[in-house]
């Protein structure tokens, strides 16, 4: 089945041998440990009064690794087998490079590298303040079409791969600002909850697959490490003591019996590695995002800015 790679040959044809690595470095903008190391430095950088956005915008991240990794299992798509150039015919020092960074496995529809550079970067052209809001879109739809465009000429997708991939990431933005909008002073807690909640439905169609199983634990753990970090943001604002606010009382609840129960899964589950490293997972997720709060990083320099998304 050809999903609209018609052209592929022709580029393919007058493409330089050296154009692989080039392609292949544009894609990295679009590759998960980019975007993590990305957004996590985004949130750990915001002033205590940003941090709310910028955790949706890390929230909203999470939900679309669990959201791809879903869609891929219920289409369950073939990749192309073509490649844009053989391995073979590059020098054999750039091998690593190549296969690190130009080569995919797994399904290929939609394409995960559209659907998470159109969540990620549109969520920064609203959350960030660096230059105009206009210079900001048009700087992320830039991205967003050159890494596109890198994975169709790479032949690891079909054109209709990314295509899809961008119409599903701002379906997902477009409902996120609806929820946001709604509730504009918890902002952090809407983004994890729809993390959490994308990565319970992933689990339908992926079954026992491990990357949404870890993503589940992932989404749960940033859950309650955020409301622990809104939980010590809101007493150091003098909302407390805790027994005598509800809302203090349901974070501070919530975050220690998410805790506790990650913790059980990977002691529990210590012979299961998938289920132990998604309670691990959680731990770790929890303590990344609490971590800031905790450690009252004011003297950090915040990236300042509006939401992630809203509705236009």
Known sequence: MSRGLDWFDSFRSVAPEWSVVLLGLVTQLGDVWFLGLLVGTVYWAATPARRDGAAAVLGLTLAGLSLITGLKDVFALSRPERVLVAVEALPEAVHPLYRATATATGYGFPSGHALMTT???LSLAEYLSVGTRRQRYLAAAGIVTAVSFSRVALGVHYLVDVGAGVVAGLAFLALAAVLLSRVPD????IGFALAVVVAVLSLVPAR?????????GASLGAFAGWQLAALVRDLEAGAGPIRSSRSLTARATVATLVVVAL????????TAPVIAGSGLLGLAAAAFVAAPALYRSDHVGGLGGRSPVRSQ
């Open 208 to 216: 026992t697959n491990p990357d949404a199983v870890l993503l589940f």
């Open 119 to 121: 969540i990620v970067y």
């Open 263 to 270: 913790g059980a899964l990977s002691v529990t589950y210590w």
């Open 186 to 189: 918890h902002r952090g807690t």
